[in-house]
C-alpha cells in the first residue's frame, strides 16, 4: 500500500515539475505561431539575440538574426512584447539559417 501511495505521490510531483517549467517558459511567446501554424517556441528553442528587420514586402522578412541574414515568411516574425529580440530554431544546435527560423520576435524601431 505504501510503495502505490509513494509512486503516486512521485508521479504527481514529477507531473507539477514539468507544468511549472512550461508555465515559466516564455509565456507571452506562447500564444504565437509561425507561418506553419507551429507554436514558436518550446521550452529551450528560443533565445534572446540581436534581431534586426532588415526589409518586410508583406510576404517574406528579411532580417540580420546575430549578424546573419535570413529570409522567412512574414507570419513567421512577431514584434517583441518585452523589449528583448529573439531567434527561436528549428535545430538548436545550428546556427541561424532560412531553414533553421522558427519564428523571430523583434524589438519595434531596431
Sequence with gaps: ????????????LVG???????????????????AEGMRCCGPVDCQA??????????????ALVMGITVTVPAASVHPSEDMRSYWCARRNDEAPANDNVRCLFYVVGS
Excluded at 507539477?16 to 509561425?34: E, R
Design 1 to 12: 500500500m505504501w510503495q502505490r501511495l509513494c509512486c503516486y505521490g512521485c508521479g504527481m
Design 49 to 62: 539575440v540581436p534581431v534586426s528587420i532588415v526589409l518586410h514586402d508583406g510576404a517574406k522578412v528579411q
Design 16 to 34: 507539477v515539475l514539468i507544468a511549472m517549467v512550461y508555465a515559466q517558459h516564455g509565456s507571452w511567446q506562447d500564444k504565437y505561431t509561425n
